[in-house]
């Protein structure tokens, strides 16, 4: 007997297991799939990231465009205390400056808010970036670098 379970999608669990009230900031944001996720599902949301090329491969752009924005210089385009939610979805990993841009994302946040970092696993077969599969399980050496 075979049993069928959902999967869940990273965007899918955001979307039901944040308040809709919270206001959300989607840092790496791409073409703006998840904002436009938690749009759809009533939330608050804003993106940014860092590609020039961002504006161009936004999906939806009347209703995305202007909520996301270019992020630069480890430095992101939103006032202080303006977000209950962080969400970084397999992009923390390409930070070149994880202290400056935790930091930057700390100054955005409101007081007691949550920052939620999703990262690519080992379990996963088809490396989510590269699409090539089991690349994320070989062990990069010091001296190969």
């Known amino acids: 007997m075979f049993i069928l379970k959902k999967v869940l999608t990273n965007e899918s669990w955001i979307?039901?297991?944040?308040?809709?009230?919270?206001?959300?900031?989607?840092?790496?944001?791409g073409?703006?799939?998840?904002?436009?996720?938690?749009?759809?599902?009533?939330?608050d949301a804003y993106g940014c990231d860092i590609r020039q090329s961002l504006y161009s491969e936004i999906i939806h752009p009347e209703l995305i465009a202007p909520r996301v924005r270019l992020s630069t210089d480890n430095h992101l385009p939103f006032k202080n205390n303006t977000f209950d939610y962080c969400v970084s979805n397999q992009v923390f990993e390409h930070v070149s400056d994880i202290?400056?841009?935790?930091?930057?994302?700390?100054?955005?946040?409101?007081?007691?808010?949550?920052?939620?970092?999703?990262f690519p696993?080992?379990?996963?077969?088809?490396?989510p970036h590269l699409k090539l599969p089991?690349?994320?399980r070989i062990i990069q050496h010091e001296k190969l670098l």
Request: hydrophobic share 40%; with cysteine; proline share 0%.
């Open 134 to 136: 089991l690349i994320h």
């Open 15 to 29: 979307c039901n297991n944040i308040n809709s009230s919270c206001k959300i900031l989607d840092f790496g944001c």
């Open 31 to 43: 073409n703006g799939s998840l904002v436009h996720s938690l749009l759809k599902s009533g939330h």
């Open 99 to 118: 202290e400056a841009m935790v930091s930057e994302i700390q100054r955005v946040l409101k007081k007691g808010s949550r920052f939620i970092f999703l």
């Open 121 to 127: 696993t080992l379990e996963v077969f088809i490396e």
